[in-house]
């Protein structure tokens, strides 16, 4: 699945499912701290997803690649994101979203292996934490060099600052900016990540199989033609065809969420796990 693509490498950093969108009543009781009403907390989220995710892959592939859009759990998380706001733990200034997502897209540029990121330190005028305590559900409600402690969004959490470089790696293996997680003699530690090679991918379009270079993760090499992968709703064959979901019998169907009904794991949400038919949250 599209889900794993972009851990493929040795060193694993934890940036970031689905949910509905948050309704007009919901989106109207947010407090925003911007003079701005075009966007909504839940926007400004899903904005700063899709270019960490534009980031990942470029750094993967190089600019060529074109990049898939927010996960279902990224939603998921832009959902409670939103919710902190509305109940006043978090504030939020869209006037700040261009910067913060410029300055994303600005470091995706790289490949020379500073390929973490830490979204809360460029993005730190788009949310500003209020609340007194330290519980979190995403960590984009933590504040700037600061992650959430949880085992994902469907588990409580803890606001914790990133560890840095030669510290024990956190729980999800998250450093702070500039560092990776990587292992070493005495367990998981942060380090300065070496330069790595771009990954070959060939475009929509282009031949693939017979030892070619693998399809941009947005496509699916069909008949030796690297083809657009289905989204919701639209035909599939079976197991990772999906862009979004999963093949459910012929079609692209939403992934379940924690207590859905499920028959096999690929039918749920990232963070969760197909247990006595129905979905489950990993946490600790």
């Known amino acids: 699945m599209l889900r794993h693509l972009s851990f493929v490498l040795l060193f ?17 009781a947010v407090a925003s701290t911007s003079t701005s009403t075009s966007a909504s907390a839940y926007d400004a989220c899903i904005a700063i997803e899709s270019a960490l995710v534009r980031r990942r892959y470029r750094s993967l592939f190089g600019g060529a690649v074109t990049a898939p859009p927010a996960s279902e759990l990224a939603q998921v998380e832009c959902s409670a994101l939103h ?54 559900s995403v960590s984009l409600a933590c504040g700037a060099g600061r992650y959430c402690d949880g ?15 030669g510290e024990p790696c956190g729980p999800g293996w998250q450093c702070a900016h500039g560092a990776a997680c990587g292992f070493a003699p005495d367990g998981l530690r942060c380090f300065a990540p070496p330069p790595r090679p771009v990954l070959p991918a060939a475009p929509l379009g282009a031949p693939c199989g017979g030892g070619l270079a693998e399809c941009e993760p947005v496509a699916l090499c069909v008949a ?18 999906c862009l979004t979901g999963f093949c459910d019998g012929a079609t692209c169907a939403p992934s379940r969420l924690p207590e859905q009904p499920c028959a096999h794991a690929r039918e749920c949400i990232e ?6 038919g129905a979905c489950r949250p990993r946490c600790r």
Not at 12 to 28: H, K, L
Not at 100 to 117: K, M, P
Not at 151 to 165: E, K, M, N, W
Not at 225 to 235: M, S
């Open 151 to 165: 085992a994902s969004v469907f588990c409580p959490g803890t606001c914790r600052t990133l560890p840095a470089l």
């Open 271 to 276: 963070d969760t796990r197909c247990v006595e």
């Open 12 to 28: 694993v950093v934890a940036a970031c499912a689905r949910g509905d969108e948050p309704t007009d009543d919901t989106r109207g």
């Open 224 to 241: 030796g033609r690297c083809e657009r992968r289905p989204t919701l709703g639209e035909a599939c064959a079976g197991g990772g065809d």
């Open 83 to 136: 919710a902190e706001v509305a109940r006043g733990r978090v504030g939020v200034n869209v006037d700040a979203l261009a910067r913060c997502v410029e300055e994303i897209d600005r470091e995706g540029a790289a490949t020379d292996g500073s390929w973490t990121f830490d979204p809360n330190g460029a993005c730190a005028g788009v949310f500003r934490r209020r609340a007194s305590d330290d519980a979190c």
